[in-house]
């Protein structure tokens, strides 16, 4: 089959979206797990049939599902999420010491190799790995106790490992990102870990350019050029060309630099996207304009990108996991809201159309192009 | 038999329609109850207690003839009826949330 699947997690169910590769018609089916809310669904670049997904409720807390079928039937596999040895205190908001917590999985980060390897980003912020498609978890502790971790803080939304990106021609390389941590690299695999935030500049913090303590949204990766990252912060988009060695801001001529996702063109390395948002406290578009702003030049210059898009009285969000894009060419750009409306583009940004546009509040969206 | 009824999204999860019923052997308490029922359905393990420590998940409840369970020590047995099968033992999602 040739076409796109795109998956979605809201606050209350799964939903997966398919389409050809004209992207016009689309089929909807769900709601998986109705009432759970679905943190983030992601499929195995090894196997495209093979998913997983965070499904988490306050009652009932964390379950992992898989499908190995594409998404059309699941089943639970393992959901306990041990910190690994005595875990040990981080910050609470007060700054007092607060005991290591498992709350939820923000994010699930297949194998690019193996379908039966997935890491998962967790609150409190940890990372764990399974290598049996999910019935197991155990932590990369190395991560929580690199030093830092004692003075690492809850950003507004949790203290959530959000970010994990593996480095397709350095395999042993990978990223994760915190919030309010910062950015951290390991170059073994997961085993040990160093904070790479050097260049960013966080109001708000003692320290505006300390080693940790920066809200970072997320950051993005094109496979064709892993050594160079994109990054949404708190405030301020920035770029790294040196693997996180040490970032420059590229917020050029946004109309705000905060706002949540960012993601890279298919084929484009140097094109990359973001949703400005106004304010930490009005998390909705300026003026009531929904846009998407892309730039061609690896940051620094950007263009709005409207055509399609509510351009008044739009005052969504859009959260940090919730934006993706397809292989085809052109390239597919993917984006969910926080007010259930899922906009697709079949022209790397240039118009957009919703897919569906009465959804609950989406979380996360993640495409797979079928090829 | 011990008769255990399910809010609608642990049903969902585990697959169960309707109540359950279990066997179990020695006393019938809360602990022994919900070891059997996790022993069963292993879907619904960490989502009516902590998986390490075994504690009742904040917005869980349990409730029998009548009564709130949740606070009460997980070793004591449960009421004669619930014994008997006559009242079933309630996990109960709180009211909460939206």
């Known amino acids: 089959m040739s076409g796109v699947r795109v998956l979605v997690g809201t606050r209350k169910g799964a939903f997966v979206l398919t389409s050809d590769g004209q992207r016009e018609e689309w089929d909807i089916a769900g709601p998986y797990f109705g009432g759970w809310e679905i943190y983030h669904l992601k499929g195995s670049p090894a196997d495209h049939d093979r998913l997983y997904a965070s499904q988490y409720s306050s009652w009932s807390g964390q379950v992992i599902q898989r499908s190995d079928d594409g998404g059309t039937t699941w089943a639970p596999v393992g959901n306990e999420f041990g910190y690994d040895g005595v875990p040990g205190t981080h910050q609470w908001y007060d700054g007092t010491p607060h005991p290591w917590e498992f709350e939820r999985v923000w994010h699930l980060e297949p194998s690019l190799a193996d379908p039966d390897t997935v890491y998962a980003g967790v609150e409190d912020a940890g990372l764990f790995l399974s290598t049996d498609g999910g019935l197991h978890w155990e932590e990369l502790p190395g991560l929580r106790g690199h030093g830092s971790g004692q003075y690492w803080q809850p950003g507004a939304g949790g203290m959530c490992l959000h970010t994990i990106i593996l480095d397709p021609v350095e395999s042993s390389r990978m990223f994760a990102a915190i919030s309010a941590a910062g950015t951290f690299r390991s170059d073994d695999a997961g085993k040990t870990w160093r904070p790479v935030n050097r260049g960013l500049e966080s109001e708000g913090i003692p320290d505006p350019k300390a080693e940790v303590g920066h809200c970072v949204h997320r950051i993005a990766m094109h496979p064709s050029r892993p050594e160079v990252l994109y990054m949404q912060k708190h405030w301020d988009v920035m770029r790294s060309d040196d693997a996180g060695e040490s970032w420059h801001e590229i917020s050029g001529n946004l109309p705000t630099d905060f706002g949540f996702p960012i993601e890279v063109h298919a084929h484009e390395p140097d094109t990359i996207y973001v949703v400005p948002i106004t304010s930490d406290s009005l998390h909705y578009p300026p003026d009531g304009r929904l846009r998407v702003y892309r730039s061609r030049t690896g940051g620094g210059e950007w263009e709005p990108l409207t055509e399609g898009l509510p351009q008044e009285h739009c005052y969504v969000n859009v959260l940090r996991d919730a934006m993706a894009v397809d292989a085809f060419d052109p390239c597919g750009v993917y984006f969910g809201t926080t007010g259930g409306q899922v906009y697709a583009s079949s022209n790397a940004g240039d118009s957009w159309a919703p897919v569906v546009r009465d959804l609950p509040a989406v979380l996360s969206v993640e495409v797979q192009t079928l090829l | ?98």
Do not use: N, W
């Open chain 2, 1 to 98: 038999m011990i008769r255990v009824v399910l809010p609608a999204h642990l049903r969902m999860l585990a697959r169960i329609d309707g109540e359950v019923e279990l066997a179990i052997d020695g006393a019938v308490t809360q602990r022994t109850v919900l070891d059997a029922l996790e022993a069963t359905y292993p879907a619904l393990r960490g989502t009516i207690r902590d998986h390490e420590t075994k504690r009742r998940r904040p917005y869980i409840r349990f409730f029998a003839c009548q009564e709130d369970l949740s606070h009460e020590p997980p070793d004591l047995p449960l009421p004669a009826p619930v014994l008997a099968g006559a009242e079933p033992y309630l996990i109960v999602g709180a009211m909460a949330g939206g």
